[in-house]
């Protein structure tokens, strides 16, 4: 992207907000394959853009939902965490959550391509965005 286009982004664009679920079943987390041309097939947890008049918590349910079909309960505000790329035309507040699963059987369309449930050290070998390595450290279950 050239600089008049960044500049033109940066006064046009606005941050959007999403929700982000780490969702757990079974000691494992599930994660999902991008279908889109961002950050296409990095793996990353379920999540997306808040809609008009839904609260964050709603946008997370909906979210995992739509993307892998898993219904969660038990959802916690864990933190949040804003991610800049503005070449990449990207500037989100991400309001990342925790939560459990209710089954395991996943479907998956559009937005991604593949969802599972992994362990840290099958996560640790996936091509993950590097914001999950931070999210899962954060947490206290990724270690080196």
Known sequence: MTDDKIKNNISTQKPRLTS????????????????????????????????????????????????????????????HKELINVPGNYHSIVFFFTAEAIGSA???????????????DEIKKLDILPSVKDILTDRGVWQD
């Open 20 to 79: 982000s679920v780490i969702v757990k079943y079974n000691n494992k987390y599930l994660l999902g394959q991008r279908n889109k041309a961002n950050m296409k097939n990095k793996w990353v947890f379920p999540g997306g853009g808040v809609e008009f008049g839904e609260t964050l918590t709603m946008a997370a349910i909906r979210e995992v939902k739509e993307e892998t079909g898993i219904d969660i309960c038990n959802i916690n505000l864990f933190k």
């Open 106 to 120: 996943i479907y998956t369309k559009d937005d991604i391509s593949e969802a599972s449930f992994f362990t840290i």
